[in-house]
């Protein structure tokens, strides 16, 4: 039996910009399941970020229930809510957002001192561990604007789980990276569920879509279709025809949503 981690119920979420109202979520009802690495697709502008906002607290929703771990955030004070953000959520930017005046070691450090019951070290020995992990010891002491796309953002991955969060969101997370460093990401949220963290994903790219058990497709507002797949298998990464194969699979959903 799985179980929920996070759920919607009637979500909607209206923009009002120069007295015109945009409809962007509908009455979006969505069940995440813990451990799941879920991803989403679906056209441009249909409101894929607006819904990772809405269910990482970092948007209100205009009506409806988000759902995580049994208290309902949409109607969460801020200091709740920041405490949520801090000790439970992790979230990767498309841009990777990066303070501009910090180090990219300070970038990775500084929410895992915000992590509760963890001492200083602990939070280094994390720190030093994720800007191996993610191939950056090299450039650790450098600014974001002394680094490359691919380093930043691989420094965004690391900011976003240095707290150990329960879930991840990452909104188009290797969009504006070359193959290799998609790759490198695409490894690092996978290493990640397999040690326990939820991954909500946001992609364009079919490729990186199957890395999911799970895709989902949005559009006009709300979830149109789900597709479900055995977990990616690491041993199997570099192997063509597994991935083909995925790819086929998701393809051929797709081709039935007739996207
Ligand atoms: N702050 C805002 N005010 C008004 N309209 C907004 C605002 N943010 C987003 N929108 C509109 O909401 C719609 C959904 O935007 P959103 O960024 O969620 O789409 P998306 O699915 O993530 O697109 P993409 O795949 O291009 O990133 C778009 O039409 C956008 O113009
Ligand atoms: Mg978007």
């Known amino acids: 039996m799985r179980e929920t981690i996070l759920s919607t119920r009637k979500l909607s979420k209206t923009y009002v910009a120069d007295g015109v ?34 269910l990482s607290g970092m948007d209100a929703p205009t009506s409806g229930e ?27 930017f498309q841009a990777a957002n990066l303070v501009s005046n910090l180090t990219l070691y300070e970038n990775v450090a500084v929410p895992g001192y915000l ?6 070290s602990e939070t280094k020995r994390a720190t030093d561990e994720l800007v191996a992990r993610m191939g950056l010891a090299q450039v650790a002491s450098h600014l974001p604007s002394q680094a490359s796309g691919g380093q930043k953002q691989r420094c965004a991955v690391a900011r976003a789980v240095v707290n150990e969060p329960a879930i991840v969101f990452a909104d188009e997370p290797t969009g504006a990276l070359n193959r290799a460093n998609s ?30 058990n799970r895709v989902l497709y949005f559009e006009d507002g ?13 041993a ?3 192997d063509e025809a597994y991935v083909r194969e995925r790819e086929a699979m998701a393809n051929a959903w797709l081709a039935s949503l007739s996207w």
């Open 115 to 120: 992590k509760r019951g963890r001492s200083a």
């Open 183 to 212: 790759l490198e990401v695409l490894d690092l949220l996978g290493e990640l569920n397999r040690n326990g963290i939820s991954i909500l994903m946001v992609t364009h790219d079919v490729r990186s879509a199957v890395r999911g």
């Open 66 to 92: 988000v759902i995580f771990e049994g208290e309902d955030i949409a109607r969460l004070g801020q200091g709740r809510l920041s405490e949520l953000r801090a000790q439970r959520f992790g979230f990767v």
């Open 236 to 238: 199997f990464s570099g």
């Open 21 to 54: 109202q945009a409809h962007v979520l509908g009455s979006v009802d969505l069940e995440l399941y813990r451990g799941d690495f879920t991803s989403i697709m679906g056209p441009s502008g249909s409101g894929k970020s607006t819904l990772l906002y809405c």
């Open 222 to 234: 709300g979830i149109r279709g789900e597709l479900e797949l055995a977990p990616w298998d690491p």
